[in-house]
């Protein structure tokens, strides 16, 4: 069983920028693929960017040159660097693991998942 532990979140203002962590347990880590997704209030959970195994990525496009997803095997740890946010970012952010190693852009693709963390951007 792998643990999935969001940080990062908070208030900021619209062109702001903020950056998340998502702490993993377990040894395997480094053969997981990453991912974020986020949801707002009444609407479905959506992609927001992935990473694989060997790092390989891939961002909704209403992130594309804002939103940075990396990786840092030795921590155990994935990250969300995100610039420019926009009110419309507003949103709980999960993190997620996927045993299988490569990317996937949909919910089902993911075998765990943190708990969220809270981004509210202000205009």
């Known amino acids: 069983q792998v643990q999935l532990v969001e940080s990062g979140g908070g208030l900021v203002q619209a062109g702001d920028s903020l950056r998340l962590s998502c702490a993993a347990s377990g040894r395997a880590f480094s053969s997981y693929a990453m991912g974020w997704f986020r949801q707002a209030p009444g609407k479905e959970r959506d992609f927001v960017a992935g990473?694989?195994?060997?790092?390989?990525?891939a961002n909704a496009n209403s992130v594309k040159g804002r939103f940075t997803i990396s990786r840092d095997n030795a921590k155990n740890t994935a990250y969300l660097q995100m610039n420019s946010l926009k009110p419309e970012d507003t949103a709980v952010y999960y993190c997620?693991?996927?045993?299988?190693?490569?990317?996937?852009?949909?919910?089902?693709?993911?075998?765990?998942w943190g708990q969220g963390t809270q981004v509210t951007v202000s205009s």
């Open positions: 990473i694989n195994w060997r790092g390989d990525k």
């Open positions: 997620a693991a996927r045993r299988a190693g490569g990317l996937g852009v949909g919910l089902r693709d993911y075998d765990y």
